[in-house]
């Protein structure tokens, strides 16, 4: 079992990755949807922060480690991931904010990186 503090140095990191999240994925989702892009981070914020405690309660308490343990994992953690950039790049191509070459640019590029993600997450699965 790690000890607390690499426990929550682990889950500081964690948490500043979902918060990039909010920051690079929910908020302009938001502004392509046409929503308060202000009310959408008053929840997005906190919910993204609340999420580190409980994740350190969780592991102090039981030792467990939220994290993809397989290479079944990865590639559906891959697929979700092909889904929701796809669709981010199918509503901007809708609401106009970019041309036609420039969402199969996004997807193709999406989806490169994501396989190779995927590919890397899930080969090292196998080494260890």
Do not use: H
Not at 16 to 31: D, E, R, S
Request: no cysteine; glycine share 6%; net charge positive.
């Amino acid at each position: 079992m790690s000890s607390k503090k690499s426990i929550l140095l682990e889950e500081a990191i964690r948490t500043m990755a979902i918060i990039g999240l909010v920051i690079f994925g929910v908020l302009p989702m938001a502004y392509v949807l046409g929503a308060d892009v202000s009310r959408v981070a008053l929840i997005a914020f906190p919910a993204a922060i609340l999420i580190f405690p409980i994740t350190f309660w969780i592991r102090t308490r039981t030792g467990v480690k939220l994290q993809l343990r397989s290479s079944r994992g990865w590639y559906i953690s891959a697929a979700i991931a092909f889904a929701l950039a796809l669709f981010m790049a199918i509503l901007m191509l809708l609401t106009g904010y970019v041309s036609l070459n420039q969402a199969v640019a996004q997807i193709a590029i999406s989806a490169f990186v994501i396989v190779v993600l995927a590919w890397l997450g899930a080969r090292l699965m196998r080494l260890k």
